[in-house]
């Protein structure tokens, strides 16, 4: 099953919008430091950039929904090669406190988002009281860290809905630039492939 243009474009906005919100709460919380794969979800081996990842990824906006285990979840676990990932749901036997702190910022950020299947978007009072419920290691390190983020400026993520020319929601420039490349790149590779998303 290909996804269509639409879809494709989706994938790449939701993924773009989802790198730009954690970046920015990583660098006002000075976390992530020992992950190389940054910009988030952008870099490395399970990007969610790469075509195999968005293949499956970008069919979650198909009407009507397609299986997420025959399509979706294939790219679900290719992207759960990531770093952030293994370190976060403690495939590594002793994450680094930091470690725990980009995933559970990761976690937050994609509640704040629109994320269908994952029930829609939530606000921070919804989060923590949903999190409370269910008290394990992983819940934890996000109440922990729910504090900090809410203490800051919120960027406006929902503003970028463009490929082209997108804002940058407060990023320091050298970040914003590589993810402007990276963008570019993306687009490049899916003309190829037959995609025209501006």
């Known amino acids: ?3 269509t243009n639409f879809e494709v474009k989706s994938w ?17 919380l000075d976390v992530g430091k020992e992950d190389l794969e940054r910009p988030h979800d952008l870099v490395g081996k399970g990007n969610k ?9 970008a069919l979650q906006y198909r009407t ?16 759960r090669q990531q770093y952030h990932h293994k370190m976060f749901n403690q495939e590594s036997i002793n994450p680094s ?12 950020c994609s509640r704040l988002e629109n994320r ?36 800051l400026e919120q960027p406006k993520f929902e503003s ?11 990023l320091k420039n050298d970040v914003y630039k590589k ?9 490049g590779m899916l003309k190829i492939k037959g995609y025209e998303l501006d």
């Open 12 to 28: 790449i906005i939701s993924t773009l919008q989802h790198s730009c919100h954690v970046e920015y709460f990583l660098e006002k």
């Open 1 to 3: 099953m290909i996804p």
């Open 179 to 187: 993810i402007v490349n990276i963008v570019n790149v993306t687009l």
């Open 64 to 79: 009507p929904k397609v299986d997420f285990e025959a399509y979706i979840l294939p790219s679900l676990n290719l992207h």
């Open 116 to 151: 269908q299947y994952q029930g829609g978007k939530m606000d921070y009072f919804s989060l923590e009281k949903m999190l409370m419920k269910n008290e394990n290691f992983g819940n934890n390190i996000m109440l922990d860290v729910i504090p900090l983020m809410k203490g």
């Open 49 to 57: 950039y790469e075509w195999d990842a968005i293949k499956g990824f």
């Open 97 to 108: 406190r930091d470690n725990l702190l980009l995933g559970a910022i990761d976690a937050v």
């Open 160 to 170: 970028i809905t463009s490929l082209i020319n997108f804002p940058n929601i407060g």
